[in-house]
């Protein structure tokens, strides 16, 4: 055996296995365990849906590895890596995981480390002309303005669904049914998951990234909503129509999962007439976001939009407060929905994480979804019963604005989707099911215990 060969042999041993299901797994050897977490399938499903501010540290990350190679960080080991270093490869191919991992190619032992899996396509071009990366400060500020904009955006479409398709309009949803005020957007919100958050949002993001988090974390997440959702439920099961609240999960969950899975298979079909007609790489150089001064416009542009969609809400809400009308808990909504965002977006960061002291366990589990749609669940449940106890028109005008704005979009569905199709399609699809009835039942069980619990006792009406 050559020097070669006896150089590469030990990344070889213990390295590598390939699985024969639909998702093979990538296995580093011991020798890199802070590098590469042994789990990439758990890890990348639990990724899926968003990843939160880490998104920007990758895009740091990427402008240190074309000074530090990640051939050279890997040869290095975990002897002469930093522990910053490490968390870079980490957080290199956490971006834009579409659904999960792909099968390898047959010749993966041919070299000790496939380093184009672990990096972003931008990584993957070097050679070409690098994209300007802002100072930190200025794109965490950008990220924010994009996320308030568009999850405006999101809760002025999920009011206006809940009017199309309610009592008021096609009468398709009511209160008091299994088919709940939110479930168009739930479905809706779900289906143009899979368009922008799955397939076509490595797409976007090589326009605009903060595009891409603005139109995937701000606008869909805040169009769907888990935590209006789980509160319907909780108001059949207090007039004691248990059925109709399991039926109403049931239902919910199956029409949203396959949602997903129709938006995933139309996108994929439209991607592919797109690039049997032209080159879509070609078309989008120009588009890119990726100069100082394009930056610097479009902040400029998204933070105009968004002092205007805070001013419109401010000046209608006015007219509308004493009314105690829908729309102005639609305008006061509104106004506090970009801390909602914002919230949910850094819990995000928490996906992918896992439990113990070295992050090691439950990697599979989106725990900052999880936290998301839970807290934002109890949260609703308290102030329903609130509504229920003080039961005056300011009070329910504020509650419930808090409800639909700020809790409304802490909590989602499109990203809860997301991450359950991809479990669903990994080598362990049961984890899909635990995940998903997991989030129902914690939330409808504390949820009983704050809101249905004082009902029956107090005896509101």
Known sequence: MDTGQSRIEPYRTKSFSRESSLSSSLSLSRSLPHLIDNDVDGESVSEAGDIGDRSLRRRHSAGRSSRLSADDLIEQGTLDTSPQDQDVLHDLRAFNTASVVKPLPE??????????????????????KEEYVLPKSLEYISCLIHLAVFGIFGAITRYLLQKLFGPTGARVTSDGSILYLDLPSNMVGSFLMGWFGVVFKADIARVSEFVAIGLSTGY????TTFSGWNQKMLDLSADGQWVFAVLGFLLGLFLTSYSIILGVETAKGFKWLLHRRASSEEKNTCLKVNTFQSHIVSMTLMLVLLVALLTASSILLVKEFDKGTSEAQLWLGCLVAAPGVWLRWFLARLNGRGLGKDGQHLRWVPFGTLIANVAAACIMAALATLKKSVNTRTCNTVASSIQFGLLGCLSTVSTLMAEFNAMRESDYPWRAYVYASFTIAVSFAIGTVIYSVPVWTVGFS
């Open 220 to 223: 869909l997440g805040s169009l």
């Open 107 to 128: 010749n993966i032992t041919a070299s000790p480390l496939p380093t184009k899996s672990l990096l972003s396509p931008e990584e993957n071009n070097l050679g070409q």
